[in-house]
């Protein structure tokens, strides 16, 4: 399928049309199967057993849900056109990117993802502060923010140009860093996934995972709900080292995840 593409020539209008469609087609469907079953299956049914676990009290109303999923079709196009853009650099040999498995060694598939989820962090956590400065803040990034009370909904909820921002990273990432096309797709998943627990709105990691030589590294929605609440801590997208490395992950963090789990 993947080698199938290097035969088309998608600098042609309408191949890109297409090619965007169809990738604008999956991104936005897998954003509203994970995210959307979520809010409206998973968090429904079992709200009375995570009673506990909850972080904001009640679901959102109509007119939010609906301006969440407003802004996250215009995501899901971007990311679609950052797609495109990335296929059509890749059949000009301008990337790393990668189709045969054992075109590197195994071993360098998980070591390639940790680097990518590294880059991929650093890039993000420091993005996240600039757009909190607040001339910045104003333009693009209180969209996001209009989300107080958070859902798995709020997870592509961005401004267009803070969606820009979001989306050229992953072709830097495949321009810079030889990665397979099934690692780049692992990525694309975990990004969804990530986002769906970090604006779940109930704490799902299990109890004293915070605790654990590997929770302790990892985002889930109490941690990012703070940085909702609070604006000024906790930056991360997918682990908490930067924040910690940096002093701006929130002193509340400890106390509430403790009441959560």
């Known amino acids: 399928m993947f080698k199938s593409l290097a035969h088309t020539d998608f600098l042609d209008p309408f191949s890109f049309l297409i090619l965007t469609g169809l990738l604008f087609i ?22 009375n057993k995570f009673e506990n676990r909850l972080i904001n009290g009640h679901l959102k109303n109509k007119r939010q849900v609906i301006s969440e999923i407003k802004w996250s079709s215009i995501t899901s196009f971007l990311f679609a056109v950052s797609g495109t853009v990335m296929v059509i650099l890749w059949q000009s040999g301008n990337t790393a990117l990668y189709i045969e498995i054992n075109e590197y060694p195994l071993w360098y598939l ?3 993802l940790a680097i990518a989820l590294f880059l991929h962090e650093t890039y993000y956590y420091w993005l996240h502060r600039w757009m909190h400065i607040p001339k910045v803040y104003r333009i693009m990034h209180k969209v ?10 709020t997870s592509f909820s961005f401004h267009p140009l803070e969606s820009v921002l979001q989306a050229i990273i992953i ?9 397979n096309i099934y690692v780049l797709l692992m990525i694309l998943v975990l990004m969804t996934i990530s986002g769906t627990l970090n604006h779940a709105g109930v704490e799902l990691y299990p109890n004293n995972f915070h605790t654990h030589w590997l929770g302790k590294w990892l985002i889930g929605a109490t941690h990012h709900d703070l940085h909702h609440k609070k604006f000024r801590c906790n930056y991360g997208l997918y682990f908490t080292f930067w924040d910690k490395w940096m002093g701006t992950e929130s002193e509340d963090f400890q106390i509430e995840i403790k009441q959560k789990t």
């Open 171 to 179: 072709p830097l990432i495949v321009f810079l860093l030889p990665i």
């Open 144 to 153: 996001h923010h209009d989300s107080v009370e958070t859902t798995s909904l």
């Open 26 to 47: 999956i991104v936005f469907l897998r954003y509203l199967f994970i995210s959307g079953v979520f809010h409206f299956v998973f968090y429904r049914a079992f709200r």
């Open 110 to 112: 998980p070591i390639s």
